[in-house]
């Protein structure tokens, strides 16, 4: 068997194309387009690509977006103030607000991210956001996970009944994902085009004997940043195998799934890169259009 392939890519153009229609439409509405500000702490080269390639994408759908340049130097209180002022608009309308991560080791990341108030929190970590989600009525969805969740839906992937294991236990990507698979579908919506209703096992760097649960997943994402993690004799023939891991080996961008070996397996693997980040950004755009909305008074 050769898997089917899971073209993150193509699917983020698509959403793309929903977004600025959306966007073009708030514009009209209300004279200025949907605006993002994103802080970028020191000189990380990684998170310097991920903002550029963020404000690229919100440039293609109409989105305004400015990214805020602090040093490395800085210290929680400055960054602290600095989200402040941004909620304040004093930066401009900021309808989304993102801090990229990871902040150095000495910055208090909670209490940086808990400053981001919870309706312009585009990347949906605040705790409010955090506990809507857990309780099923969510309102900014971790953009990852919902990229994730999306990928399933778009390929009719059934999720309903089926055993999804999630390797990997983040407030980031594992557990959003882990409550977004388990969630009852919303009311009108059927469990598998909405991407819910699966059972869920989280697995992380603890679980004994990792390779017998993951063997047992319909549905299986890795999480965790380990390059080849996931092997052909840890993936059920068949299986759905969804690589969210972002790892530089010898100068090249792999995941955490030994691709060529799994791809003889699976019966659909998403590659790395060109599967779940294209989609990340996606569902970032939408998570910013939205908090644009809500501002409006969207109900
Ligand atoms: P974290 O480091 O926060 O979490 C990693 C998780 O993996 C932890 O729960 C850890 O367990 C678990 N883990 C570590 N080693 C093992 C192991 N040997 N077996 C099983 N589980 C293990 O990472 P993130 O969730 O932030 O990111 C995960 C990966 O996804 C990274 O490569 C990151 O770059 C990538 N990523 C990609 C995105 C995209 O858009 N494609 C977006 C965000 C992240 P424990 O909790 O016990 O430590």
């Not at 602090?70 to 304040?88: F, G, N, S």
């Not at 940086?112 to 969805?141: E, K, M, Y």
């Not at 779940?276 to 569902?283: E, F, H, K, Q, R």
Request: hydrophobic fraction near 50%.
């Amino acid at each position: 068997m050769t898997a089917r392939l899971l073209d993150g890519r193509a699917l983020a153009a698509r959403i793309e194309q929903d977004v600025r229609a959306e966007v073009d439409t708030f514009a009209a509405m209300c004279g200025r387009a949907p605006r993002l500000v994103v802080v970028l702490v020191g000189d990380l080269a990684a998170s310097g690509s991920y903002v550029k390639s963020k404000a690229a994408a919100a440039a293609r759908v109409g989105i305004d977006s400015e990214v805020l340049r602090v040093p490395e130097t800085c210290q929680t209180p400055d960054l602290v103030a600095l989200v402040a002022a941004i909620a304040r608009d004093e930066h401009g309308p900021a309808d989304g607000i993102l801090v990229q991560l990871p902040l150095p080791a000495h910055i208090d990341q909670v209490a940086v991210l808990d400053a981001v108030p919870p309706d312009r929190d585009v990347d949906g970590f605040h705790p409010q956001n955090a506990g809507l989600l857990s309780q099923g009525r969510p309102r900014f969805i971790p953009c990852t996970a919902a990229g994730v969740q999306r990928m399933l839906i778009d390929a009719g992937i059934p999720t309903a009944g089926r055993h999804a294991v999630v390797v990997g236990r983040s407030d980031i990507v594992g557990k959003p994902l882990a409550l977004l698979l388990s969630a009852r579908p919303p009311s009108g919506a059927t469990a598998d085009a909405a991407g819910c209703d699966a059972t869920v096992t989280i697995c992380h760097s603890r679980s004994a004997d990792l390779a017998a649960i993951t063997r047992q997943a319909d549905i299986l994402v890795a999480a965790v940043g380990r390059a080849g993690l996931i092997t052909e004799e840890m993936v059920k023939p068949g299986a759905a195998v969804i690589d969210v891991g972002i790892n530089r080996v010898q100068g090249r961008l792999v995941g955490d799934v030994a691709f060529a070996e799994v791809s003889r397996v699976a019966g659909w693997i998403s590659p790395v890169p060109g599967g779940v980040g294209p989609l990340t950004v996606a569902m970032l755009l939408s998570n910013t259009l939205l908090a644009a909305e809500l501002r409006l008074g969207r109900p």
